[in-house]
């Protein structure tokens, strides 16, 4: 799969089926990779594009703060690279400010979006979670750090099923093991990314269909901020996932991929 110059730096892409192209943006820590299940069953309708953003993966990671707008100028080098207008995109927490940069600055390329446990503005619990953060990763052993990362985004329900308790003891044990992992540099500049992102009033300059979701338990991206932004966007729609935390996609997986699925498949 091609590795592109764009924006001063090397990014990573996969695709992954064929129809309209449907772009996928991972939130923090994560690699396009780690959309694999919710493509198994986006890619029957559309050509999904799944992008390492900058600081992950197999794409450059400079040291240095990042921004979401320069992360979106990033993801708009890859459509331009496959000479492509308009695209539907999905953004995940920190994917979901890259969307939202694209569809401030780049109307004309976001045809519809989805944006999942979102955020307009960091208030001071927020900054101060990215923050420890950082100072986590500068600390703890990967299978640790990862522990951490699922506190923060699983539900009490989730932590309470044995079978779902189980996978997530093997996730900690293969974050050991990763081959790849994301360095403390490519961690720090995305956190900035996340903490310096403040586009309320812009908002209501996106005219694109927008679908909203969040988790009622979430405690990473509260749904305060969820509901800010479904509230800020003309005519978008909401839903909370209910006893769902930060990773509700993954909570309620089945039913988040055919929502989310036919809500883009109805939009033209």
Same mark, same amino acid.
């Given at each position: 799969?091609?590795?592109?110059?764009?924006?001063?730096?090397?990014?990573?892409?996969?695709?992954?089926?064929?129809?309209?192209?449907?772009?996928?943006?991972?939130?923090?820590?994560?690699?396009?990779?780690?959309?694999?299940?919710?493509?198994?069953?986006?890619? =029957?309708?559309?050509?999904?594009?799944?992008?390492?953003?900058?600081?992950?993966?197999?794409?450059?990671?400079?040291?240095?703060?990042?921004?979401?707008?320069?992360?979106?100028?990033?993801?708009?080098?890859?459509?331009?690279?496959?000479?492509?207008?308009? &695209?539907?995109?999905?953004? &995940? #927490?920190?994917?979901?400010?890259?969307?939202?940069?694209?569809?401030?600055?780049?109307?004309?390329?976001?045809?519809?979006?989805?944006?999942?446990?979102?955020?307009?503005?960091? /208030?001071?619990?927020?900054?101060?979670?990215?923050?420890?953060? =950082? *100072?986590?990763?500068?600390?703890?052993?990967? /299978?640790?750090?990862?522990?951490?990362?699922?506190?923060?985004?699983?539900?009490?329900?989730?932590? /309470?099923?044995?079978?779902?308790?189980?996978?997530?003891?093997?996730?900690? =044990?293969?974050?050991?093991? *990763?081959?790849?992992?994301?360095?403390?540099?490519?961690?720090?500049?995305?956190?900035?990314?996340?903490?310096?992102?403040? &586009?309320?009033?812009?908002? =209501?300059?996106?005219?694109?269909?927008?679908?909203?979701?969040?988790?009622?338990? *979430?405690?990473?991206?509260?749904?305060?901020?969820?509901?800010? &932004?479904?509230?800020?966007?003309?005519?978008?729609?909401?839903?909370?996932?209910?006893? #769902?935390?930060?990773?509700?996609?993954?909570?309620?997986?089945?039913?988040?991929?055919?929502?989310?699925?036919?809500?883009?498949?109805?939009?033209?």
């Amino acid at each position: 799969m091609p590795t592109i110059t764009t924006n001063g730096i090397n990014i990573y892409f996969e695709e992954r089926g064929s129809g309209e192209p449907l772009l996928l943006i991972m939130g923090i820590t994560a690699p396009g990779s780690v959309w694999e299940k919710h493509v198994a069953r986006w890619a =029957k309708s559309f050509r999904c594009i799944l992008v390492d953003n900058r600081g992950v993966g197999k794409s450059d990671k400079p040291a240095g703060s990042y921004t979401a707008l320069q992360m979106a100028q990033d993801c708009i080098g890859v459509l331009d690279h496959l000479g492509l207008g308009v &695209v539907k995109v999905v953004g &995940v #927490s920190m994917g979901s400010i890259i969307a939202q940069q694209m569809a401030i600055h780049y109307p004309t390329r976001v045809k519809a979006m989805v944006l999942m446990c979102p955020w307009a503005r960091c /208030d001071n619990t927020a900054k101060a979670i990215f923050q420890h953060m =950082k *100072d986590c990763k500068a600390r703890l052993k990967p /299978d640790e750090f990862s522990l951490y990362i699922q506190l923060l985004i699983f539900s009490k329900r989730s932590w /309470d099923d044995e079978e779902f308790h189980s996978g997530l003891f093997e996730d900690r =044990k293969n974050a050991a093991l *990763d081959p790849n992992p994301q360095p403390l540099i490519g961690l720090e500049a995305q956190a900035d990314a996340c903490i310096n992102h403040s &586009v309320l009033e812009d908002l =209501k300059k996106i005219n694109c269909p927008t679908f909203v979701l969040g988790g009622e338990k *979430d405690v990473f991206t509260p749904q305060w901020m969820t509901k800010e &932004v479904a509230s800020a966007i003309p005519n978008s729609k909401l839903h909370i996932y209910p006893e #769902s935390g930060h990773a509700f996609h993954w909570e309620n997986l089945e039913d988040f991929n055919e929502r989310v699925g036919d809500w883009l498949e109805s939009q033209g």
